[in-house]
């Protein structure tokens, strides 16, 4: 029988290789997209005939529990959020508002139109921040450093205090970071992909950065949506960390980034104090153990892979866009 999947946050890269992955196992597949939005279907288009879009808002109790009666998910996947850790000190109560208030919206939708759905929330490494013990699991306190961080930490508790409450399965992955073509451009590893593939073309002259020695867990996106679809595939609701276990210096980033195009950081990096955190969290090291064992879930692509890819896809981005002005300067 053909179960059906919801998905917020469809446009962006978890949601995308999420739907890919669903679609693969024979899901029907409902996409939640704000109306008054202008959403970016780059990361969809290739799929975009084979989901079903529904309008609705975090923000908007009704319009979810709407979508919820309309898509009759045996699975929700609640990935949509304000994710991008910068903006969130320049917009704290927008992040508050829809990364954590709205994964109430979202829980309170499923539970009185859909309970017997099984629900996923996107939790986040952020909400260890300052970090008590290295490496972190399940079980390690919280200490967001970042107004993200805190509406994430609200998002994840309020996800356990339903499944106690009310008997929902609903459950938490608690993702380290993770990367990929389809990464958001104002993301450090979008950005420093981009501008070497930039570099190397001759479109930029130089890379602003902040902290190089700032460490965290990257992994690839693709590897982590396989992670929540398996979490859901269980006969009891738990959180899971998943991470690669490994730690990578943005200084390393950027390195194999300029030498898979042959050149030198040093040549065009520039530290820029205003892309210093106010608060930096300085090491984010996951333990997956638990993850690996129960779910069986495993990591395909490792770190340098990953970031060679990433400049692969920029190049390719950037030549295109390059041919079509040229192209556009000639008519």
């Given at each position: 029988m053909?179960?059906?999947a919801l998905v917020t946050g469809i446009t962006g890269q978890?949601?995308?290789y999420l739907a890919e992955l669903l679609l693969s196992k024979g899901y029907k597949v409902y996409g939640l997209r704000r109306r008054t939005s202008m959403p970016m279907m780059e990361n969809i288009e290739h799929i975009e005939k084979e989901i079903e879009f529904l309008d609705g808002?975090?923000?908007?109790?009704?319009s979810l529990s709407q979508a919820v009666r309309i898509a009759k998910p045996d699975e929700v996947y609640n990935l949509a959020a304000q994710s991008f850790v910068g903006s969130s000190w320049d917009q704290p109560s927008l992040t508050g508002q829809l990364t954590g208030i709205?994964?109430?919206n979202m829980l309170e939708a499923v539970r009185l139109n859909r309970p017997e759905a099984k629900f996923y929330q996107a939790s986040s490494s952020e909400m260890f921040g300052k970090v008590v013990e290295t490496p972190q699991k399940e079980t390690t306190p919280f200490y967001p450093r970042s107004p993200y961080g805190v509406a994430k930490v609200y998002g994840?508790?309020?996800t356990v205090n339903y499944r106690e409450s009310y008997d929902m399965f609903a459950c938490s992955g608690i993702l380290f970071n993770h990367e990929s073509p389809r990464r958001g451009i104002e993301f450090v590893?979008?950005?420093v992909t981009d501008a070497v593939a930039k570099i190397k073309l001759g479109l930029q002259k130089e890379l602003r950065m902040g902290n190089l020695d700032a460490k965290r867990d990257w992994g690839f996106a693709g590897d982590y949506v396989k992670a929540m679809w398996l979490m859901l595939q269980q006969?009891?609701?738990q959180d899971y960390v998943i991470a690669t276990g490994e730690t990578h210096t943005v200084h390393e980033l950027v390195d194999i980034a300029f030498n898979q195009v042959g050149l030198n950081w040093r040549d065009y990096v520039v530290i820029d104090p205003r892309f210093v955190r106010p608060a930096e969290v300085d090491l984010l090291l996951g333990d997956s153990s638990k993850a690996r064992q129960e779910l069986g879930w495993e990591l395909e692509v490792n770190f340098e892979q990953l970031v060679r890819m990433m400049v692969e896809s920029d190049l390719e981005k950037n030549k295109r866009l390059l041919q079509n002005d040229n192209a556009f300067i000639n008519v």
């Open positions: 053909t179960k059906n978890d949601g995308s808002d975090l923000m908007d109790q009704g709205g994964v109430t994840h508790w309020i590893t979008r950005k006969d009891k609701p």
